[in-house]
């Protein structure tokens, strides 16, 4: 099993910058790839930005040029960096990550973060 564990949520006001972290613990063999996705109260969750194992990033048009996602290997560890954030970027974020694990066989998941509220308000 994985574990993601989120923080850096919070209350940021219009125009402001707030760091997410994301931490994977356990049975991890590689990790092939994390990302940062976002649901607003009454719509769907959407892909915010993502980091493959090799370094190839993308993200998605609402927050390009504002948030950037990067990662640290060593520490299974991702984070987006929001700046510029604007109300409409409130929602509660989650990271995601595509985990390969070794027991006997090598076996590819995909896991989930709890998830952290971002609120963008004055």
């Known amino acids: 099993q994985v574990q993601l564990v989120e923080s850096g949520g919070g209350l940021v006001q219009p125009g402001g910058s707030l760091r997410l972290s994301c931490a994977a613990s356990g049975s991890i063999f590689r990790i092939n790839a994390m990302g940062w996705y976002r649901q607003a109260p009454g719509k769907q969750r959407e892909l915010l930005a993502g980091?493959?194992?090799?370094?190839?990033?993308n993200y998605a048009d609402s927050v390009k040029g504002r948030f950037t996602i990067s990662g640290e290997n060593a520490k299974n560890t991702v984070y987006l960096q929001m700046n510029s954030v604007k109300p409409e970027d409130t929602a509660v974020y989650y990271c995601h990550a595509d985990v390969s694990s070794y027991n006997g066989s090598y076996i590819r998941n995909h896991y989930w973060g709890q998830g952290t509220q971002v609120t963008v308000s004055s």
């Open positions: 980091l493959t194992y090799g370094g190839t990033t």
